[in-house]
């Protein structure tokens, strides 16, 4: 039915829509289901998500290799603080991203989205701006159905693993996701949703991915977090009026040709960049007893 941003806005257009109105009219037509099914299937979702998104809130997760965790609830106790220099909602949006990385790398339950080293991002997006926003069930399920219609573009056309393009590619695609769903949910439009997506890939272009030891642990969690706040900046620009110069599809493409650019040390083996500092090699030896 789409297989292309520009393709997607089109039907968006011929059927005067919102974007999570194609995502549902491909499932029905692709999959032997019902709205009230994929909804259903929606809320369930978004169930653990939410779960993985508060979890670290609450209490300090702390990874399997003990070598980080607990950040979490450092930074959503510093977003009740008083002292932060940006507002609540965004330090809680944080908070929220570290706590589903954080979660992943205690072998909890999340949802990959869309990749298990980028799952933090869209949770936090999604419920933060529904808090934000005051929106109902409904466009959070909607949210998160656009979210899926842009990864869905990203995957077919480009790639969304780090492993082949770097973390532009796996924190990139999750917050042109959440930017998406972001402008939906705040009565964007869906050209809005598509410059929105455009920004936060553009914003990131290059992210390298350089987990030490080759685990989805550090820095991996700092990026959830700021890959929420990518999310914010892109959704706001573009519901201030601002327009991509460069189309979506055209983007997505760039950020794949960067990825096949990149040296394999930096696309997810450990071997460059963080991973290959003094200290990450002392940590490796010290949490993974992994030597040189």
Not at 43 to 67: A, C, D, F, P, W
Not at 232 to 250: Q, T
Request: hydrophobic share 45%.
């Amino acid at each position: 039915m789409f297989g292309k941003g520009e393709e997607l806005l089109k039907l968006t257009e011929e059927h005067s829509c919102l974007i999570s109105d194609i995502v549902i009219m491909k499932e029905l037509q692709t999959t032997n289901t019902t709205k009230e099914e994929i909804f259903e299937k929606s809320r369930k979702i978004l169930k653990v998500m939410e779960s993985s998104s508060s979890r670290g809130l609450k209490e300090s997760v702390v990874s399997v290799s003990e070598m980080s965790g607990g950040d979490a609830k450092k930074v959503y106790d510093y977003a009740n603080s008083g002292k932060s220099l940006l507002n609540k909602n965004l330090v809680t949006a944080m908070a929220r991203g570290f706590s589903t990385s954080e979660v992943n790398a205690s072998m909890g339950k999340i949802v990959a989205a869309p990749t298990a080293g980028a799952a933090g991002i869209l949770p936090a997006a999604l419920y933060q701006a529904r808090e934000m926003i005051g929106c109902d069930e409904d466009a959070h399920i909607r949210g998160l159905l656009t979210a899926g219609g842009i990864g869905e573009i990203v995957a077919r056309n480009a790639t969304v693993a780090g492993a082949v393009g770097g973390c532009q590619a796996e924190c990139g695609s999750a917050s042109a996701m959440a930017a998406a769903a972001i402008v939906e949910m705040s009565g964007g439009t869906p050209e809005m949703s598509l410059h929105a997506a455009s920004f936060a890939f553009i914003n990131i272009m290059g992210l390298v991915c350089d987990p030490i030891g080759g685990l989805v642990e550090y820095p991996c969690a700092l990026r959830n977090a700021s890959g929420v706040m990518n999310a914010f900046v892109a959704a706001d620009i573009a519901l201030a009026g601002v327009k991509s110069l460069i189309p979506f599809d055209e983007v997505v493409e760039a950020m794949y040709k960067v990825g096949q650019l990149m040296s394999p040390t930096l696309r997810e083996t450990g071997l460059g960049g963080i991973a290959a500092t003094p200290t990450a090699i002392e940590l490796r030896k010290k949490h993974l007893n992994q030597e040189d």
